[in-house]
């Protein structure tokens, strides 16, 4: 089971991440928003940088950083085999969300967002998609399993070898 965990994840994430891109530039124009629930509304952003608008035009290196990223993934994942289902699913998070990013660079030259969050007043969280919350999960996923996980797999180890 856990060999097929990764792409069992990993395939339905970026299948709706591209489906809800594809749904995005198919019924908006770039600019226009759509009022969702309370504060929040899509809204079309063709985002040529990264998260948070850093590295803006900068197609070449994210490609190379992200496509870096799905590489060591994937290698982590064939010969060190993550230690747990959660560290696992962490990675196939991370990675889905970086394809599926990967793929709209590659064939459009910009990443698609439109989760638009208002926060008070004028001051929106930066725009995002599906694939971005797959990483940003992932991440915190990973962060909670080596702080605490680890941590305490560790302390055991170490109460065993006293």
């Known amino acids: 089971m856990r060999r097929w965990l990764l792409p069992v994840t990993a395939v339905p994430i970026i299948v709706l991440d591209q489906l809800t891109k594809f749904v995005v530039r198919a019924s908006m124009t770039p600019g226009e928003s759509v009022p969702v629930i309370w504060r929040l509304q899509w809204t079309y952003v063709q985002n040529t940088g990264s998260a948070f608008g850093l590295f803006l035009d900068q197609r070449v290196l994210l490609s190379v950083v992200g496509a870096a990223g799905v590489i060591a993934i994937l290698l982590f994942y064939r010969f060190l085999s993550p230690p ?53 999960t992932g991440s915190l996923i990973l962060i909670y399993f080596l702080v605490f996980v680890v941590r305490k797999v560790e302390r055991s180890r170490e109460k065993r070898q006293a």
């Open 84 to 136: 747990s289902r959660l560290a696992l699913v962490a990675m196939s998070l991370v990675l889905a969300g970086a394809i599926s990013n990967l793929i709209d660079r590659f064939f459009l030259g910009y990443v698609t967002d439109f989760i638009d969050v208002h926060l008070w007043g004028d001051f929106h969280w930066p725009f995002f998609n599906v694939a971005d919350s797959a990483i940003t």
